[in-house]
């Protein structure tokens, strides 16, 4: 922004509400008093510490140790569909209008762009996706609607098809695993309930509190860590989050384990300063000896159209690897990754079917596309 | 918030503005478009269904108005159905005949109850009243420490279970809610403020512990608290929470991103409860009474001169606000009358949700990222003038620059940028003064007589000089608000992008 625009915005501004003030004087003066602003400053304060590069280490952190016993139950992995019927049933499948009919008929295609744009696919994918449908269906002739929609599905999973969508974890680094995403998608739940699995997995991991901004999130992670037994790394409440994961990070090194797993305070993806910030705490985690092997985006399942924005916008700050799909088990939909996959590229890894720590698992394209056609 | 629709809408209706009628095909393609651009904000299919159909009824059943060219008739037709959709006006929260008056939250997890609950306690308290928090999540680890933290921050007191049951997770929070209205009473607190574990609507058994948790307080108002990034399936979760708790209203959140909000739009209409409150922000006063009449007019590019002006009034004093738009349009405004202003502005809030506000302004303006800092570098120039400067900036010579430069931590090319800009900015205050004092000053004597040209168009090219500016009526431009039709530019503005603004 050039300061000379600047002054003309504000003085304009300035104008306009002195001037329309004055006439609207007469209304009556609601003098409701305005809470206390003791908490203004913190995010501008949090937006200059962005510019900062060098200095890391700013406070002491608090290093806990929690006893690393662990007994690992075999992680027993919950199928999508056995764990979505539930959701299933609570919102009528919109494809049982379309079976219903019996026939292909005009209403038929109606009734699947509802489907999918009911289900967060969006309207141009879906667009994209009943064009090739109908060349499909001419190409093989279906007239059942049942073996049109087993139809759409292959499609859908071809679509999904052909990407890596393990975790990836280097022999010869620290590996850092970074957790971003908006307020309130699940982040802190996710670092959990993934060092939950990585620890019964024989690794040994660290967790850095990396929110520091969100009151008590330091407070949840480490109960977090104290179940799964993985050591965990905080900070100062408002304090710097890269300190807090290069914190990790060294000790991560010192100690010999070879994960970190690092969580984020949530924003939104509007907020440039605090995406700035976020691009920071990846550059200082990627320092040696820390490697980023993977950078996820936590994206709630019930999110609509928004999510693609929120992808573009963390994968421009930080250079996302990954999604990991929240909350599925409350809606069997989260069609927008369809959308984030094809136009992004980004793969989906992770999805989470429920509360409990085992209800984290690997992404399936073709469970997933029977979860959503189901 | 809502500037993805906001766009799209502009989009659409940009392109009508040449035309001369609209016939049946014209009517078609436009509906066509605001269902795509509805869908794309999220809004529910069905909704969108219905609000299509019954615009198309509004466009092509009726005798339209000659008064108004084919856009505006369409955005009028938008304006009407936006507020038929969102519903009227803002509820009003009357307080409970016997104390205290209790509210429950439910919603989703991460849709944001805990935060919501301490900013709607923050919020009764500037109504006067005496709220008090009950952390019933003892689900979610941490989250009535997390209500702790936001409580002690606005000096509320918060109810809940003992910390070593907190701890264990395994309290009942049916047990803590009903315990907290005696507490309540015990202690003479008049709200009391349940906040609960976010539950999945499908989920029964949490969904008939909350029931039972509405049974124990029987609250007076009972709220869901909604992402504003929820997409289709926030009708179905509305629909689930109105079948088990009987809603008074939604409270939506997240509004400061750039999420379409199409939510709003969409559970109005099919659970038929509004919203009642939104959070903008992340700080805990960030958050109000919703208007859904105002939101209307923002969608559509508007601008929120209500909004605007309810904010001013909290901020500037009265003489104050005279005083500086008297100095404003007579041209006497100096660089320390600027400096005021700048900062009146910057306490009612940040300055790019005012810049949305405003009717008019370019697209470019209101997308524009104004930092603290950048508008911070500004101040430090100013203050780092002397009085004499400050009052007649063309004394700034080279040294004087310099000075200036080192004083504020910048280059003497800002200094010299900020003084030209300013001495523009002064011409067209005093231009623009000059052409609005004969109606804008004596005020309300000629109230009416700025009403009856409100029909025709906002701006009106003069004519002459070198740099011709719109006349800008402000009675018109409040008026505007509410009678939807064409956008009024901001003279200097137009519509173009001002150099340097990317």
Known sequence: MELAVLVLILALAGALVAVALVFLRHRSRTAAPRLGTADRSDRVARAATTVLEEPVVEETPVVEETPAVVEAPPPVRPSFVDRLTRAREAIAGPFRAVLARGALDAGTWDDLEDALIGADVGVELTGELLEELRGVARERRIEDPAVLIAALKELVVARLGGRDRS???????????????????????????????????????????????????????????????????????????????????????????????????????????????????????????????????????????????????????????????TKLDGSAKGGIVLAIEHRLGIPVKLVGLGEGVEDLVPFEPVEFADALFG | MFEALSDRFEGIFSKLRNRGRLDERDVDEVLREIRVALLEADVNLTVVRSFVERLRVELVGQELSKALNPAQQVVKAVHAELVATLGGEAVRIIPAAKPPTVVLMAGLQGSGKTTTSAKLAGWFRSQGRQPLLVGADLQRPAAVAQLRTLAAQIDVPVFSAPDDVVASATGDPVAVAAGAVEEARRLGRDVVIVDTAGRLAIDAELMDQVRRISDAVTPTYTFLVVDAMTGQDAVTVARAFHDTLALDGVILTKLDGDAAGGAALSVKEVVGRPIAFASTGEKLDDFDLFHPDRLAGRILGMGDMLTLIERAEQVYERDQAEEAAAALLEGRFTLDDFLAQMQQLRRMGPLQGLLGMMPGMPKEIREAQIEDRHVNRIEAIIRSMTPAERARPELIDASRRSRIAVGSGTQPQEVSQLVTQFSEVQRLMKRFGGMGSKRTRPGRKDKDKGRKKSGKGGGRVTGKGPAPLPKVDFEQLADRNRVPGGGLRLPGLGGTTPPGLQ
């Open chain 1, 167 to 325: 975790l990836r974890h280097d022999a010869d680094a620290t590996n850092v695993w970074l957790f971003v995403g908006v307020n309130g998608v699940g982040k802190t739940t996710t670092v959990g309930k993934v060092g939950h699995r990585e620890r019964a997995g024989g690794q040994s991991v660290v967790m850095a509190a990396g929110d520091t901004f969100r009151a008590a999130a330091a407070e949840q992670l480490a109960t977090w860590a104290e179940r799964a037994g993985c050591d965990f790394v905080r900070g100062a409440e408002g304090g710097d989050p890269s300190s807090v994961v290069f914190d990790a990070v060294q000790r991560a090194a010192a100690r010999g384990s070879d994960l970190v797993l690092a969580d984020t305070a949530g924003r939104l993806h509007t907020k440039s300063n605090l995406m700035d910030e976020l691009a920071k705490v990846r550059r200082v985690a990627d320092r040696d000896p820390g490697r980023v092997t993977e950078c996820l985006l936590v994206l709630d399942a019930v999110t609509g159209q928004n999510g693609l924005v929120q992808a573009e916008q963390f994968t421009a700050a930080t250079a996302l690897t990954g999604v990991v799909l």
